[in-house]
């Protein structure tokens, strides 16, 4: 484990930090900048996590912090005997695997409805299937919660504080913090009620998964999450106080040239001009408005580097074009060097939620860190960032003329001005959007619930 870090207030007393995920972790950069900044600060840290297949239960990772994961299924939460609960986890895994190999499947995945002309004389019938699914989806969120937890406390080393990552990482956190008597933080990183699949949700499912939310927030000891955007939102809804705010912000790496990882891996000319999308390959990300955008961006290649629901249909249509590639996600400690690696990194994600409008994605930040020129959605959360630190050109995402049109404003200039925009980019995480300034503010939480220095 690296000695303790010599910056702060007051030198850190040795203290013990539990970190719950709903996630693998594999791609979760936060979590693993929190676990590994604590960690040098000479704390113990434990990250409590889900099974991944390929990913081992126990890892010492390098940065000085264990990951415990635990194998669960919904089924895991019922109040049933291990062999029925076995039964039915194998039926569910069929069914996904089913599911995932036909073309119906993988549109009922992505979101894709079937046309009302398919199903006529059927909108009574189609209204209670969405009722049935959203009970079913509102059942599998508290039994995968219960079950999670329930397998995590075999596991539980035990804490001084709990930190939950999102919204079902929060009641697990709260279960386990609950026998040492710990305070614990909700790392809220998204509006989840007005986000994905919880978004689509009839009403009065909505209803009852945002009076859990709201009960689960108002019990921990705090709630963070990552812009003022959001805290509002969070602050008016749950009637808490203000949530602080850590941005998810890497550290900018030194300058030291730019590297060509695209070009090597594709085998692309060195003049080429690449636009980088990565992230998650999921709907309203803007992934098909950049698409359509790409026939109005003559010689430019569009690489997709990621993971997610989309993936197969991004695939197919990357077979068709040699000017879209669609490359897996990387790990955090090398994402950096390959978004340098870009001439223009696109974000025109959707104003098709609230939590859309008022995001600000980490992949925004990552291009600042990496002096990259920006392409972003001309949207509440965003604009901000880009105007501020001129950084990048602002559009309607939802346009994919207008996509294009940013894009060239950023390429046909002279190679001297983007990299002056790029390098306007590093300056402002430098100063301001970097992890160093955001962990002093959660380290400032960690010490007031705890009542000791982190």
Same mark, same amino acid.
């Given at each position: ?27 979760? *950069? ?47 939460? @019922? ?12 039926? %569910? ?8 190999? *036909? ?10 409805? !079937? ?59 709260? +279960?386990?913090?609950?026998? %040492? ?6 790392? +809220? ?41 959001? +805290?509002?939102?969070?602050?008016? !809804? ?74 197969? @249909? ?103 001005? !983007? ?29 007031? @619930? ?5």
């Amino acid at each position: 484990m690296s000695a303790p870090a010599t910056t702060g207030p007051e030198r850190p007393v040795p203290q013990r930090l539990v970190i719950v995920a709903p996630t693998s972790v594999r791609w979760d *950069s936060r979590t693993h900048r929190i676990a590994a900044s604590v960690a040098a600060r000479g704390h113990d840290v434990v990250v409590l996590a889900r099974a991944e297949t390929g990913l081992p239960l126990e890892e010492d990772h390098p940065a000085g912090y264990r990951i415990r994961r635990v194998e669960i299924a919904a089924a895991d939460g @019922l109040p049933l005997p291990a062999t029925v609960r076995r039964a039915m986890a194998a039926a %569910w895994a069929r069914r996904q695997r089913a599911a995932g190999g *036909s073309l119906a499947g993988v549109r009922e995945a992505v979101g894709v409805e !079937r046309p009302a002309a398919a199903l006529p004389g059927r909108a009574g019938l189609g209204a209670v299937r969405r009722a049935v699914g959203a009970g079913i989806r509102i059942a599998r969120i508290g039994l995968t919660v219960r079950a999670q937890a329930n397998a995590s406390r075999a596991v539980d080393p035990g804490g001084d504080l709990y930190h939950g990552m999102a919204y079902m990482g929060i009641p697990v956190a709260l +279960a386990l913090a609950r026998r %040492w008597g710990a305070p614990v933080v909700y790392d +809220a990183r998204d509006i989840y009620l007005d986000a994905g699949n919880l978004a689509r949700l009839p009403g009065p499912a909505r209803r009852i998964v945002g009076a859990l939310e709201r009960r689960w927030a108002r019990r921990a000891s705090r709630v963070v999450t990552v812009n003022d955007g959001y +805290a509002r939102v969070m602050a008016e !809804r749950w009637s808490i106080p203000m949530p602080a705010v850590v941005m998810n912000c890497p550290d900018p790496p030194p300058a030291v040239g730019r590297p060509r990882r695209f070009h090597e891996a594709l085998d692309l000319e060195p003049e080429t001009p690449v636009v980088l999308y990565h992230g998650g390959f999921s709907p309203d990300r803007g992934i098909e408005q950049l698409i359509e955008a790409l026939p109005l961006l003559p010689g430019a290649h569009l690489v997709c580097m990621g993971y997610g629901r989309l993936e197969p @249909l991004l695939r197919a249509r990357a077979a068709s074009d040699d000017r879209l590639h669609v490359l897996p996600a990387v790990p955090p400690d090398v994402l950096l060097d390959w978004v340098a690696s870009a001439d223009v990194v696109a974000i025109p994600i959707q104003p098709t939620t609230l939590n859309h409008r008022l995001t600000t994605p980490n992949k925004l930040f990552e291009a600042l860190a990496a002096g990259v020129p920006i392409v972003a959605a001309d949207l509440p959360g965003m604009a901000p960032i880009v105007r501020e630190t001129g950084a990048g050109v602002l559009c309607d995402p939802t346009d994919p003329a207008a996509i294009a049109a940013a894009i060239r404003a950023v390429l046909e200039l002279p190679e001297a001005e !983007r990299r002056a925009i790029g390098e306007r980019g590093r300056r402002a995480a430098a100063a301001r959007y970097n992890w160093a300034a955001q962990m002093d503010v959660l380290l400032a939480e960690y010490g007031r @619930l705890t009542g000791r220095p982190w």
